[in-house]
């Protein structure tokens, strides 16, 4: 069965500095994969998603994600955390046809 | 841009009642989902629904639960007889396609007293 693991479950970064969130899945075919925003009493909002083709993927609010193969991994990066990126971060495997499965998220919080 | 909506966005009710928790997907969506996350945990998938059938449920949507969607626009969740248990966030989504994003709605607020 798939899963998703967000190895993070709390990361503090300051305001301007570089941001990666882990996630890892397990799935024996190459999965869809997805990052989604959750913020404070709201809903999931999808920053990226990765079906085929480069492996590097541009998302809204300048969240990037990398698909590694050979890792399993799919992080998702922001050069520069801004105030209002704290929020609540789940990664999503969607395998064709199937439910999402979500990782448990990574809360984070930005010092000013 | 088109968005699900949810109505309620919170309810609170007695344990025991039944609750019906409604969604508007996206207009030219023909597959459906909820999901639910309790307080501090990850989002569970409920089922998923396509064609007027369910599609595919998990363990947790057991007979409780039940999904319909009665018109044209609406798709429903309901539960039977609340348990304490069942309090938690619910969030609706909805897709064009089964290996397509899933947009999710703002989510409702359960709580079962």
């Known amino acids: 069965a798939q899963s998703v693991t967000q190895p993070d479950i709390h990361i503090t970064v300051s305001e301007g500095a570089s941001l990666e969130l882990r996630c890892n899945y397990s799935?024996?075919?190459?999965?869809?994969l997805f990052w989604y925003v959750q913020s404070p009493g709201q809903g999931l909002q999808l920053l990226l998603k990765?079906?085929?083709?480069?492996?590097l993927v541009q998302g809204i609010k300048g969240f990037e994600a990398e698909f590694k193969r050979s890792q399993s991994s799919f992080n998702l990066r922001k050069p520069s955390v801004h105030w209002s990126d704290a929020a609540e971060y789940f990664c999503?495997?969607?395998?064709?046809?199937?439910?999402?499965?979500f990782g448990p998220g990574t809360r984070l919080s930005v010092l000013p | 841009e088109p968005e699900v909506t949810q109505t309620p966005s919170h309810q609170v009710t007695q344990m025991g009642q039944e609750v019906i928790l409604r969604c508007v997907p996206i207009s030219n969506h023909l597959y459906f989902y909820w999901y639910r996350q309790i307080l501090g945990q990850k989002v569970e998938f409920l089922v998923s629904f396509y064609n007027n059938e369910i599609s595919e449920k998990s363990e947790i949507f057991d007979d409780q639960f039940s999904v319909e969607r009665p018109d044209g626009s609406n798709f429903t969740l309901k539960i039977r007889s609340t348990k304490l248990e069942d309090s938690a966030m619910y969030f609706c989504?909805?897709?064009?396609?089964?290996?397509?994003?899933?947009?999710f709605g703002p989510g409702t607020r359960l709580t079962v007293l």
């Open positions: 989504a909805s897709s064009e396609s089964p290996w397509d994003t899933q947009y």
């Open positions: 799935y024996g075919a190459t999965p869809y």
């Open positions: 999503a495997v969607g395998p064709y046809g199937q439910n999402f499965v």
């Open positions: 990765y079906f085929s083709g480069d492996t």
